[in-house]
């Protein structure tokens, strides 16, 4: 009999509907599920570290992003990190589910479980200097502007659809937001002045559909970096419409590369993300870590 921890949000009306409305499908009858909804902030965190102390087989994150990097953290800060994870997308942003093409079918999730149609995948890990905290995560970690983004958008109901919220802070935040200097140590060299994105993905989008890494993959063993410079808030809008199109920008203040480690600074204050969530400040070294997570793949 497999043991499957489903974790959802308590306050999620996606996810009230979504179990409500649920039925087993009697053909699963080896796999055991038993569903916890979240009461507060970290919640997801610590029930998903509980059910990995106990050798749940899977602990799936019933939600989106945010709920994905909790879930994560909590397996592998735990005493058994070799728990199998797995998303169920029913978020209000699956930025990392859209571009692994994750099934919302719960029916699929238990053929995948059926079936251990799992694979170790890469993920992030974000090092602290300040106050020594580390965070993992799935999809992509930026520095300047998208954790001021991030801040908006957490602090607001979402009234509006997911994408349509992300560009809403995305330009009210251009109005304020000034790029940073920002001292970038990177594949044996040091790159100086002032950065507006500075983004790190393992998966190749975020923001609601923007493709910062067109061709980032959860399994090559590489963060794709991509270094978006001081340019104006009219020209960071315009290329917007590229990058949702998947397409690499032809521009002078962005750059692309590959990296495996890179340690980040500046004298000014400057916030970190990861999937969604606001993490900490600057200075940080941001790794990536080969093969550590035991995947449930529901991709179609």
């Known amino acids: 009999m497999r043991k499957v921890a489903l974790i959802a949000k308590g306050n999620s009306n996606k996810a009230k509907i979504f179990f409500q409305n649920l039925s087993i499908n009697e053909n699963f009858k080896n796999i055991n599920f038993e569903i916890a909804f979240t009461q507060k902030a970290r919640d997801a965190y610590f029930l998903s570290e ?7 087989d899977y602990v799936i994150a019933c939600g989106g992003d945010g709920t994905s990097f909790e879930v994560l953290n909590g397996i592998l800060k735990s005493d058994y990190p070799l728990t199998g994870f797995g998303i ?3 978020g209000s942003a699956n930025d990392f589910a859209r571009a692994q093409k994750l099934s919302k079918s719960f029916n699929n999730l238990c053929l995948s479980i059926e079936n251990e149609k799992i694979k170790s995948i890469d993920v992030g890990k974000i090092e602290l200097q300040k106050n ?10 930026d520095v300047g502007f998208g954790p001021e983004v991030v801040k908006k958008v957490n602090s607001k109901r979402h009234i509006l659809p997911p994408d349509l919220s992300f560009l809403w802070a995305i ?8 790029a940073k200097s920002i001292s970038i140590e990177i594949n044996n060299k040091t790159l100086a002045g002032k950065t507006l994105v ?7 989008c975020f923001g609601g559909g923007i493709y910062i890494a067109p061709d980032a993959k959860i399994d090559d063993g590489q963060l794709n970096f991509t270094r978006i410079g001081d340019v104006s808030m009219l020209d960071y809008l315009l290329q917007i419409g590229k990058l949702k199109k998947k397409q690499f920008v032809k521009h002078p203040e962005i750059s692309y590369q590959k990296t495996k480690s890179v340690r980040l600074n500046s004298n000014e204050k400057v916030g970190i993300e990861a999937d969604g969530e606001y993490v900490g400040e600057l200075p940080c070294t941001v790794k990536i870590k ?4 035991k995947f449930l793949d529901t991709s179609t």
């Open 50 to 56: 509980k059910f990995a102390n106990l050798k749940y």
């Open 198 to 204: 500075g983004a790190f993905a393992n998966s190749s």
């Open 290 to 293: 080969p093969k550590l997570l």
């Open 132 to 141: 020594g905290e580390l965070w993992y995560f799935l999809n992509v970690c």
């Open 171 to 178: 330009t009210k935040t251009l109005f304020s937001y000034k």
């Open 88 to 90: 169920l997308p029913i």
